[in-house]
């Protein structure tokens, strides 16, 4: 096969440094780090001697990593970034070498290090995440030392300091919800933490705006390519099949054929959600495209359609199967399969844990008991729903609403939807009632005192007989369980590019992160900087101290 041009670039680099490896060994250490996720030749200086010695001897291993670092390692990074795109102009202003040098000089910290505690280099060996205690300790010790050790450290450095050590030790320090390239945020922040404490800077309460959320946020085809051998026309064709296809059937439609004709049909689907693909202004908020100019100010003619002419246009789109098919083409994620795998694999186990959390958390998982000797199988998701909602603060009524269990898809009053029109569940349920019968008796007479006990309609989510989902403020469809209602509801976020709302922020990104492992680098469904940060740190530490609970379970079970 042919090279590209970064390949070359490193197997020049390997057979330089290595050079009795053949043109083959040294094409396997190419592969090997480019599939870490090397993409430019200073990444390089990423490579760790652990890593580099699944693919090479441990002498070899060293001889590349003491290379690389000479030649791309952080004080390499700093030379090339003030010295500019052009070496023989001067600079601008003087650059201060020995401030430049000093900030650089960052102590090698690893497992050995004397001010790493012995329970986190226990940790460390065994491959295990450290204690919180143990691990709030080793910030401490560190952030103490490098503050006597480097006089003019800046808080940009500890994010070296956490990347080398999560480099090291994944194992032990990675975050166990990816929110960046390398998962050290949670140590990050730590680290950040302790050193704004000590030097007691107040930060600034002035909110940064994030820049406009690419609406293909988490999407591998948000506008994809007319397929090779198609037209619009064509296209156009497929719309009006499948939509023959649904009138016909009406209720038991062939799924299989179904998704072969969306698959053929997706670049159409995609362009009536969108819109023309001409460049356009980014918004906070997802908007209809209406009417784009073309470059010679004439109107295209062409505007994205709103939901209701989608349902109109593609109704195979408005139902469970149907949207998870186009989710699945959108982001490569099976969203019901994920959700399925992780109820079976680890909602229980989620619930179990925050229910120890506090009283309501722990009141969800007692019902959630009850519910299910009444034969609902669907009350460990209505748990898991729950539960996060209040680890979170979060509100259930900005995710669902409650009617009565007799009313139909017509009769939804659609003014009580939240005002921000983001996807939303009306749901019908069971009107719970309950009898206590209190007799009294006596010689003359017996008198029967009924007190009613009444509960909101379904309020508890467990008696649903009918779920309604609501997208921009329009119902849109109906669904006969939770799992359908929820993966529309969650699926509908990406498909038409909806921010996430403040008051489901948390909750929503972890559905996202935590089960169906949709992880980004770059972007967020969040509305500012401030909002993203505070949402990842939330959803990060449940997540990392789920899994140290996990841990700590497995490890009472191997005594």
């Not at 990347?163 to 032990?172: A, I």
């Not at 050193?195 to 007691?200: A, C, E, S, V, Y």
């Amino acid at each position: 096969y042919i090279m590209d041009s970064l390949q070359l670039v490193l197997r020049e680099s390997v057979m330089k440094i290595l050079p009795h490896k053949s043109e083959l060994e040294a094409d396997q250490i190419v592969a090997f780090v480019i599939k870490e996720g090397v993409k430019k030749e200073a990444d390089l200086r990423r490579m760790t001697v652990d890593m580099l010695k699944s693919v090479c001897d441990t002498v070899d291993a060293l001889d590349l990593f003491e290379a690389w670092q000479d030649q791309y390692g952080v004080k390499k990074a700093n030379e090339a970034s003030t010295s500019g795109s052009r070496p023989t102009r001067a600079p601008l202003a003087p650059v201060n070498t020995e401030a430049t040098s000093a900030r650089f000089s960052l102590p090698l910290i690893d497992k050995d290090s004397p001010y790493i505690p012995a329970a986190v280099r226990k940790a460390i060996e065994e491959k295990k995440r450290p204690s919180q205690s143990a691990r709030r300790d080793m910030v401490d010790r560190i952030v103490d030392h490098l503050m006597e050790a480097v006089p003019t450290l800046q808080r940009s450095d500890l994010n070296k300091v956490a990347d080398n050590l999560v480099e090291l030790y994944k194992d032990s320090f990675q975050d166990t919800i990816l929110t960046s390239r390398l998962g050290s945020d949670s140590l990050r922040h730590q680290l950040k933490v302790k050193f704004d404490n000590l030097n007691r800077r107040p930060e600034s309460t002035s909110k940064q705006q994030a820049s406009a959320c690419p609406a293909a946020y988490g999407c591998l085809q948000w506008n994809p390519p007319l397929p090779e051998g198609e037209s619009e026309v064509s296209q156009t064709r497929k719309r009006e099949n499948l939509k023959i296809l649904f009138d016909n059937s009406r209720r038991h439609w062939d799924w299989r054929r179904v998704k072969i004709e969306m698959q053929a049909s997706f670049y159409l689907q995609r362009k009536n959600i969108n819109g023309p693909i001409e460049a356009r202004p980014p918004s906070r908020k997802r908007q209809r495209v209406t009417n784009l100019e073309d470059e010679d100010g004439t109107s295209s003619g062409e505007t994205a359609m709103t939901v209701e002419e989608l349902k109109v246009e593609w109704p195979c789109l408005f139902k469970p199967i149907g949207m998870n098919y186009h989710f699945s083409f959108l982001t490569g994620v099976d969203f019901y399969g994920q959700l399925d795998n992780f109820m079976i694999v680890e909602g229980k186990l989620l619930i179990d844990y925050l229910s120890s959390k506090g009283e309501n958390q722990a009141r969800v998982r007692t019902n959630m008991t009850r519910a299910e000797a009444r034969g609902n199988t669907e009350a460990p998701l209505v748990a898991l729903i729950k539960i996060l909602l209040i680890h979170f603060n979060e509100m259930e009524s900005a995710l669902a609403s409650y009617v009565e269990d007799t009313t139909e898809f017509d009769e939804v009053d659609t003014s009580k939807l939240p005002e921000d029109k983001t996807p939303h569940l009306v749901v019908a349920g069971k009107q719970n009632i309950y009898f206590l019968l209190l007799i009294i008796c006596n010689h003359i007479n017996i008198m029967f005192t009924f007190l009613f006990l009444f509960q909101t309609s379904g309020s508890n989510f467990y008696d649903i007989t009918n779920i309604f989902l609501a997208i921009d403020g329009k119902l849109m469809t109906s669904c006969e369980t939770l799992r359908e209602a929820f993966g529309m509801l969650f699926s509908s976020y990406f498909i038409f590019g909806i921010q996430y709302p403040k008051s489901l922020a948390c909750f929503l990104t972890y559905v996202q992160k935590a089960i169906a492992k949709i992880t980004p680098d770059k972007g967020t469904k969040c509305t500012t900087s401030s909002e993203q940060k505070k949402v990842d740190s939330k959803v990060t530490k449940l997540q990392n101290n789920f899994t140290s609970f996990k841990d700590s379970l497995e490890e009472e079970n191997n005594k």
